[in-house]
C-alpha cells in the first residue's frame, strides 16, 4: 500500500487510522499505568487497615516492648533519622563534587570513561554488597563499630552512584552558551562552576539525592550486615547539650535501630498483634518516603522559579 | 569566624575524649532467635527498673552467629538455643574468651497438624516421624497411609524451619538422629508465621516450630502427642510435661552464655542478677518452660565462684532432661 494520498478520502482515511493508533496507544499506557498503580494502592490500604489500630501519637512516643499494645517505634524512628543525616552529610558532598568533576574538569581520555562505566554500574550493584563491604571496612578494618555513623556511611556508599549520575545529568542540562559566555567574558573555571553551573543544576541535583534518599530509607539487607541491633530501648545520646561545648557528636556511635529491622522483627513474631505493629510501622515508612518524595519536588518548583535563562 | 572555629574544635575534642565513655553502661546482647524473647523481655524490665543508667542492645544473629561475635569479644552475653560446639569453644579459647554457661529455660519443638486432621489425636512416635523426615523418604513417601495403613490416603505435605535454624538442627538430630539430616521437599521458612499459616490451611499438612508460635495460634492448629518409644505414653508439650521431663525428644534447654570479662564489669552483673531472679517470670509470659528454683541457685552458685566452662563437651545432644541438665551443672 502506498502512503501517496490521492483522493480526499484516502486522506481523510489515513488520518482517521493514525488516530485510531493513537487512541490505542494512550489506552494502553492507561492501563500500564493503572495496573502499577492499583497494585500500590491495594498493597498500601491492605497495610494501612491492618495497622490503622496502632497509628496513634504514643506509637511515635514509646520504645519497643514485648507487649504488642505498648510497643513503639521511638527508636526506630529517631534512628532512620539519625542515619539519613549523615547519609546526607557525606553523600551529598562527594557525590555532588564527583559529578562537578567528571563533568567540568576531567579530561576526557580512556581513564575517565573507565570511571564513568564503572559509576554507572555501581548504581545497578545489590546493596548486601554494600552491607558486606562495610561490615570489612568500616565496622573491622575502621574500628567503627556497629553505629550509627557505620550505618550511614554505609548507605551514603549505596546512593553515591546515583547522586553522581543525577548531578552529570542535571549539568549536562544547562545549555553550553551560559559556559560559555562566562568564559567570554573571563571567568575562570571555579566562577563559572560557583556561580552559574551549580545554581543552575541545583533542582536536578537534589531530586536525585532524595531519590537516592528514598531508596536507602527503606534498605535492611545493608543494615542487618553490618548489625544493627533488634531491641533497643533508648535514644543515643542528644546532639545538643546545656553545657559547654553544647554540642555532641556521641550519637554518630550509638547503637540504633531503624524502621525496616523493626518492622521485620514484629512481622516474625508469633503474636498477631505485632503483625498490626509492623503494618502500622510499614505505612509510617511509606509516608515518610511520600514526603521525601514531595519535598523534592517542591524544592525543584521553587528553584526552577528562580532559573532565568 | 574564629569562635566558630574554636567551638567546632572543641565539640570534636570532646567528641574524641567521650569515645570510651559512651561504651560505659552498655551490656551487649546478640545470639539465637529462640532465646531472644525471653532476653528482650528481661532486658526490657530491667532497663525499667534501672531507670535508663544501664543500656541494654539485643541482637538477633542465630546461635552461631552470636557465638562468632562472642568469642570475637563484641558482645557480653550470647543467647544460644544449643550448648556451644567444638569449634566455637576453639574460637573462644584463641581470643581469651572464658565464659559462664547458665541455662535459662526450656522451649519445646511442638509438631502441628491442622485441626481438621483425626487421625494423629492418639499421637505420632518418633519412629514414624523419622521416617516421614529422614532423608530417603523423599520423593518416596508422599502420602499419610504409606507410613501408617490406618491413616487416610491423601496427600502428605510438610513444613519445617529453614536449614539455617537451630531449631532445625534440633528437631533433624532428635528425629532422625542426625544434625541437619532431612528430605529437602518440604515447604521450609525460617519465618514461623508462614509455617503456621500453611499447616492452618491444609488438612493434610504437618509441620513443626518453637512451642511459642504454637501458644500464640492454638485457635489455628494442633499439636501432636508424641510417644518417644512403642509402648510409651504420648505426650502432648505443656509446661507440665516439659518440666517433669516426659515430653520427648523435643524439649530442649536455652542458654545464656556470659563472658567472664564482661562479667567483671558492673552492669553486667547487676542485668544477669536480674535475669536469674525474673528470667523464669518472664520466660513463662513470652511462653516458655521455667527452669526449677534449683537451676538458678546453681547458676548463681557456678558465677559465685567462678566456674566458668560448658558441660556439654562442645557436643549437641538431644532430650536432656531438665535433672539431667541439673546434674551435670552440679558437677561442673
Not at chain 1, 491492605?46 to 505498648?70: I, K, N, V, Y
Not at chain 1, 528514598?214 to 542487618?224: K, L
Not at chain 2, 518416596?140 to 495403613?149: A, E, G, S, T
Not at chain 2, 528437631?171 to 503456621?196: H, M, P, Q
Request: with cysteine; glycine share 8%.
Amino acid at each position: 500500500m502506498s502512503y501517496v494520498a490521492q483522493t480526499p478520502e484516502q486522506i481523510r482515511g489515513l488520518i482517521a487510522k493514525a488516530k485510531r493508533r493513537d487512541v490505542l496507544f494512550v489506552a494502553l499506557g492507561v492501563i500500564a499505568l493503572g495496573i502499577g498503580f492499583a497494585t500500590f494502592l491495594a498493597l498500601f490500604l491492605d497495610m494501612l487497615l491492618d495497622g490503622w489500630g496502632r497509628l496513634r501519637p504514643e506509637f511515635f512516643t514509646q520504645f519497643p516492648s514485648r507487649r504488642a499494645a505498648q510497643a513503639g517505634i521511638l527508636s526506630a524512628w529517631v534512628g532512620t533519622f539519625l542515619v539519613m543525616i549523615v547519609t546526607a552529610a557525606v553523600a551529598v558532598p562527594l557525590g555532588v563534587s564527583a559529578g562537578i568533576y567528571l563533568e567540568e574538569y576531567a579530561p576526557k581520555n580512556w581513564v575517565t570513561d573507565v570511571i564513568e562505566i564503572n559509576i554507572t554500574n555501581l548504581a545497578g550493584v545489590p546493596s548486601i554488597v554494600y552491607g558486606l563491604l562495610a561490615l570489612g571496612l568500616f565496622v573491622y578494618a575502621f574500628g567503627l563499630g556497629q553505629s550509627v555513623q557505620t550505618a550511614g556511611l554505609t548507605l551514603a556508599l549505596l546512593i553515591l552512584p546515583v547522586v553522581i549520575v543525577a548531578t552529570r545529568e542535571a549539568i549536562r542540562a544547562i545549555p553550553a552558551m551560559i559556559r560559555e559566555g562566562a568564559y567570554a567574558v573571563g571567568a575562570t573555571r571555579w566562577q563559572t562552576v560557583k556561580d552559574h553551573i551549580i545554581p543552575y543544576s541545583m533542582p536536578g541535583i537534589l531530586t536525585g539525592v532524595i531519590i537516592g534518599m528514598s531508596r536507602a530509607i527503606g534498605e535492611t539487607a545493608p543494615i542487618i550486615t553490618i548489625g544493627a541491633l533488634t531491641f533497643i530501648a533508648f535514644l543515643p545520646p542528644a546532639p545538643v547539650g546545656a553545657e559547654f561545648p553544647f554540642l555532641s557528636f556521641e550519637w554518630l556511635k550509638a547503637p540504633f535501630t531503624v524502621m525496616p529491622i523493626q518492622m521485620f522483627n514484629w512481622t516474625s513474631r508469633p503474636d498477631p498483634a505485632f503483625h498490626a505493629n509492623a503494618a502500622a510501622a510499614g505505612t509510617i515508612l511509606v509516608f515518610m518516603t511520600l514526603a521525601m518524595n514531595g519535598l523534592a519536588i517542591w524544592l525543584r518548583y521553587r528553584l526552577r522559579k528562580n532559573i532565568k535563562w | 569566624m574564629r569562635f566558630t572555629n574554636s567551638l567546632l574544635a572543641a565539640a570534636l575534642a570532646s567528641a574524641l575524649s567521650t569515645a570510651a565513655l559512651a561504651q560505659g553502661a552498655l551490656v551487649r546482647i546478640d545470639g539465637s532467635s529462640t532465646v531472644y524473647p525471653v532476653t528482650e523481655a528481661v532486658a526490657e524490665e530491667f532497663q525499667k527498673a534501672e531507670k535508663g543508667r544501664i543500656k541494654v542492645t539485643v541482637g538477633i544473629s542465630g546461635t552461631g552467629g552470636g557465638f562468632k561475635k562472642f568469642c570475637r569479644g563484641e558482645t557480653d552475653i550470647s543467647g544460644a538455643s544449643r550448648p556451644i560446639l567444638k569449634q566455637e569453644m576453639e574460637d573462644c579459647a584463641k581470643a581469651g574468651i572464658t565464659y559462664y554457661e547458665l541455662p535459662v529455660a526450656f522451649d519445646a519443638l511442638t509438631v502441628v497438624v491442622n485441626p481438621k486432621n483425626t487421625w494423629l489425636d492418639r499421637g505420632i512416635t518418633v519412629e514414624q516421624l523419622k521416617r516421614m523426615w529422614e532423608p530417603g523418604a523423599q520423593g518416596k513417601v508422599m502420602r499419610w497411609n504409606q507410613i501408617d495403613p490406618a491413616w487416610p490416603d491423601q496427600p502428605l505435605k510438610l513444613f519445617g524451619a529453614g536449614a539455617d535454624s537451630g531449631t532445625f538442627d534440633y528437631f533433624t538430630e532428635a528425629i532422625v538422629g542426625k544434625s541437619k539430616s532431612s528430605r529437602g521437599d518440604f515447604t521450609a521458612s525460617e519465618d514461623d508465621n508462614v509455617l503456621v499459616q500453611g499447616v492452618q490451611r491444609d488438612v493434610n499438612a504437618l509441620g513443626f516450630f518453637g512451642y511459642a508460635y504454637y501458644a500464640e495460634n492454638k485457635d489455628k492448629l494442633k499439636s501432636v502427642p508424641i510417644i518417644e518409644k512403642a509402648g510409651k505414653p504420648a505426650v502432648r508439650p505443656d509446661m507440665a510435661t516439659v518440666l517433669d521431663g516426659s515430653y520427648q525428644p523435643l524439649s530442649r534447654p536455652i542458654f545464656i552464655y556470659v563472658s567472664a570479662k564482661g562479667y567483671e564489669r558492673d552492669e553486667v552483673k547487676k542485668f544477669v542478677e536480674y535475669y536469674l531472679t525474673h528470667g523464669a517470670k518472664l520466660a513463662q509470659e513470652v511462653k516458655y518452660v521455667p527452669l526449677p528454683p534449683k537451676a538458678y541457685a546453681l547458676n548463681r552458685e557456678h558465677l559465685a565462684k567462678g566456674k566458668k566452662g560448658t558441660v556439654f563437651g562442645g557436643v549437641s545432644e538431644v532430650g536432656v532432661r531438665i535433672d539431667d541438665l541439673l546434674a551435670r551443672e552440679a558437677k561442673l
